[in-house]
């Protein structure tokens, strides 16, 4: 695609329940980044994929995150049984190759209120 | 673990005044430095990108330096416009990998 896309672009949830974010990175893009940036702070970097290398998931805050990567294309980041603080934009980014090289591209986030 | 500081947290000019917004991390030993702009309620946009083998990099009425060994990065925007006003924060890689780690970012506020 054009750019990299984002769905939901908001999503309203209670507490306690599991939500699913997706993201369509550029097509060819072989690198994919989730971050979450609250309010007021910057951004917290959540998991790194690279083509068919295990993920990078130090970022993961809880064992209730957690993220995949189909077909090496769509990621969905899932969040189980979510908590208040879990609020924030979740942002998708994908590259061509290395992220350390080269520019990333975001899309336009994910707000995500919880209830 | 790399840790990145902008200075100033926010910015208010006049419109047409020349600017610097400042970037500063801990770890030396980067690959790259990237500066993003951030509109409200959207994602990041890539402005410019310096190797670390580079000083600086210019797109229209943007430069950015580096200077590595001193852990610093400049933004200068010139004459600036109300069509400017965004965050702007910057990145480097993680010490020795990616991903990126960014700073809180500078909340520039241009008035006509």
């Known amino acids: 695609g054009a750019g990299v896309s984002q769905s939901p672009s908001n999503k309203v949830t209670e507490k306690g329940k599991d939500v699913e974010l997706r993201c369509d990175p550029i097509?060819?893009?072989?690198?994919l980044y989730w971050y979450r940036q609250s309010l007021g702070q910057g951004l917290e970097f959540l998991i790194y994929?690279?083509?068919?290398?295990?993920?990078?998931k130090s970022g993961l805050p809880s064992d209730r995150f957690s993220a995949e990567r189909t077909g090496g294309s769509v990621s969905t980041l899932t969040i189980q049984r979510t908590q208040q603080e879990d609020s924030a934009v979740y942002l998708c980014?994908?590259?061509?190759?290395?992220?350390?090289?080269?520019?990333?591209?975001f899309g336009s986030g994910t707000q995500l209120s919880v209830l | 673990k790399q840790e990145v500081t902008q200075i100033p947290a926010a910015l208010s000019v006049p419109e047409g005044e020349n600017l610097v917004l400042n970037c500063s991390f801990t770890?030396?030993?980067?690959?790259?430095l990237q500066w993003f702009r951030q509109d409200p309620g959207k994602g990041l946009t890539s402005l410019l990108l310096i190797q670390s083998s580079q000083r600086e990099q210019t797109s229209g009425r943007l430069n950015a330096s580096l200077d590595k060994s001193s852990g610093r990065s400049t933004l200068y925007i010139a004459a600036s416009q109300p069509g400017d006003s965004a965050t702007y924060l910057c990145?480097?890689?993680?010490?020795?990998?990616?991903?990126?780690?960014f700073g809180k970012g500078t909340r520039l506020s241009v008035i006509a």
């Open positions: 990145a480097v890689p993680n010490s020795g990998n990616t991903p990126l780690v």
């Open positions: 097509s060819g893009h072989t690198a």
């Open positions: 994929f690279q083509g068919n290398s295990a993920p990078d």
């Open positions: 980014a994908s590259s061509s190759g290395h992220g350390r090289l080269e520019k990333l591209f």
């Open positions: 770890d030396s030993a980067i690959y790259n």
